[in-house]
């Protein structure tokens, strides 16, 4: 009989055990937005100006690092530490209305406002941050390669360029 | 007289001798882990991030918004249904104001992209281990004209058991 009584007892204890009182937990997360202004571009120099060849010469660079104020200049105003993408043609077409040519564009960037200093940019990214402070946050140049038929005629030979930022 | 008590005492003493023990012991370490009834954990917090000004509405999916998503584990008796509720609010720069829903998803494995919607006031039932993962999104919801700043909120998970 006291054997019995004591196996009662231990299935009521497991049964005490399994069992957990009602309640309710809770856990917060922070919910974190930040809301920028709108980029522009500032144009400070718009003319990659390759400068003048011979009929015969089938080439011209702009270097946009070493290449002064023959680079196309520009800058953009807009959110500091912002991650930003640029992306342009990997050619386009240079006329003087009767040959074409190509240009392939170069482009290089800088937080600050010095040309030397600048590296180059991959076309459509990685993206590179804009300046931590100021409002005028990130510097670039553009230059580049063009190329003409050896027999092209002589001439003007113009064509534009868009580099796009994307942020 | 005195012969017999000298016996007696005799008596005592080869008894003594026949009483010595030897003792072996062995020990069992007894081992036991309690865990807390429920415990729910604040694993990574919600970011949508960057927005230009102008934009009205972004959203971060909890379930394949990778680690913009918020991030909670359960840790409870295993197999047993709780009931889910979450709720959200604004989001404060301090002056200006966003709305913002919180969305839910949740499952038994820690594999995100395979957890389901959830909806507040759902049951779900914890895993084998008594373990449950959830992720929090939602849409903030802003004016054309937000002030340029920096909004914060709290995205609230309770399970009733």
Known sequence: MKKLIAIVALVTGLATGNAFAAGTVTATATVDLTILSAFSVNIVTSTISLGTIYQGTTTASVDPINGGASAAAFSLDGPNSTPVTFSWPSSITLSNGTDNGTFAANVTGNIANTQTSSTSLTNGGPAVNTAGSGTTVYYFWVGGTATVPAAASAGAYTGSVTVTVTY | ?161
Do not use: C
Request: proline fraction near 5%; glycine fraction near 12%.
């Open chain 2, 1 to 161: 007289m005195r012969r017999i008590v000298l016996g007696i005492a005799s008596f005592l003493v080869a008894a003594n001798a026949f009483e010595q023990t030897h003792v072996v012991t062995a020990t069992a370490l007894v081992n036991m882990t309690m865990k807390p009834t429920m415990g729910l954990t604040t694993g990574r917090d919600l970011t949508f991030g960057f927005v230009v000004q102008g934009v009205t509405s972004i959203y971060v999916d909890p379930i394949t918004g990778g680690n913009s998503a918020a991030y909670f584990s359960l840790s409870a008796p295993p197999n047993t249904p709780v009931t889910v509720t979450f709720s959200s609010g604004v989001l404060s720069d301090g002056s200006n104001s966003i709305a913002f829903n919180g969305a839910l998803s949740g499952g038994p494995s820690t594999t995100q992209n395979q957890s389901s919607q959830l909806t507040s006031g759902n049951t779900i039932t914890t895993n084998s281990s008594g373990e449950y993962y959830f992720w929090a999104g939602g849409t903030a919801n802003l004016s054309p004209t937000q002030p340029i700043g920096t909004y914060v909120g709290s995205f609230v998970l309770t399970i009733a058991y």
